[in-house]
């Protein structure tokens, strides 16, 4: 399936994996592009060096493109940044904010620069600063979300642009795909089903909490104070929104959820950690290569396509 994604990329599938921090690592990201996607290192909150170094071990197990999701937030954005030029990366998405500051030394770079935006007005800006393509994501995927919903957002963002869409949030399996295409985007960014993929280095704990989601298992904490985190309910969602209810502080909030990511991915800490996951969980079932995942799915979308 060829699209402007997939030649603007090199990439046979038009199926992004999501750069979910502790989750995106060299495995997954290298499996996903041996399978004809794109892999992507979520740079999160970890400093430039370990970034480089993962960089170094997924090129070690691929010779496929591969990507990096720079974190805007992160302390070590500004060094991040730096480190994708100087370890030939040829692919940037970026999330948690505006990466106008970096497009010029990417661009410089070659560097094919992919923003994740949640409005139609940030997508327009991000296409006048010069980006090649955007994520248009609603707020059914895990992790940090926006107000709108990718059913609605996408095909707004589609109407924005000249510059290729790629939709998240809720996609995964070949209907989603099918679905995101006829909504106007070309290629789809997929983070939950990854997350439970055989090359996924996820604590079997986390992976068994997704596979056992039901449609209604995720809530989504700090909605009060602007910074809404979509996961799986557990003991700790309970307690954050009993909190959040009560008018507790941000700081006393943010406290809560200190390196409680890390804790469910590393550690299996499905009560107290954060399980992100997207809406689509009650939807996966099994656990598979990427490259079992993606030809599935793909396989699964032509033949939705193939009958309209």
Request: glycine share 10%; with cysteine.
């Amino acid at each position: 399936m060829k699209t402007r994604i997939t030649e603007l990329l090199g990439i046979q599938y038009p199926i992004i994996q999501g750069g979910m921090a502790w989750v995106a690592e060299h495995n997954l990201a290298a499996a996903v592009s041996n399978a004809g996607g794109l892999g992507l290192i979520g740079g999160a909150n970890a400093p430039a060096e370990v970034v480089r170094d993962e960089i170094r071990k997924a090129k070690e197990l691929t010779d496929k493109p591969i990507g990096v999701n720079v974190m805007l937030l992160s302390p070590y954005a500004e060094e991040v940044a730096k480190v994708v030029v100087e370890e030939g990366i040829k692919v940037v998405t970026t999330g948690a904010g505006n990466p106008e500051k970096y497009m010029d030394m990417w661009k410089a770079a070659g560097i094919k620069v992919i923003p994740v935006v949640a409005s139609v007005a940030l997508a327009k800006r991000m296409e006048r600063y010069g980006a090649d393509a955007v994520v248009a994501e609603g707020m059914e995927s895990g992790g940090h979300i926006g107000e709108q919903t990718t059913m609605t957002l996408v095909p707004q963002v589609v109407d924005a642009v000249e510059i290729p869409v790629i939709a998240a949030g809720g996609i995964g399996d070949g209907r989603g795909i099918a679905a995101a295409f006829m909504l106007g985007a070309e290629a789809v960014q997929i983070g939950t089903r990854f997350v439970v993929a055989k090359e996924s280095i996820v604590h079997e704990a986390y992976k068994e909490r997704i596979l056992k989601a039901k449609d209604i298992d995720s809530a989504v904490t700090g909605i009060s104070h602007g910074h809404p985190i979509r996961c799986l309910r557990n003991q700790m969602t309970r307690e954050y929104l009993r909190k959040e209810k009560e008018g507790a502080s941000f700081e006393e909030l943010e406290y809560m959820t200190l390196g409680a990511l890390r804790k469910a991915v590393q550690e299996g800490d499905v009560k107290n950690g954060t399980v992100m996951a997207g809406q689509i969980a009650g939807l996966i079932h099994k656990e598979q290569t990427c490259k079992e995942m993606i030809e599935e799915m793909m396989a699964e979308a032509k033949e939705k396509m193939h009958w309209l």
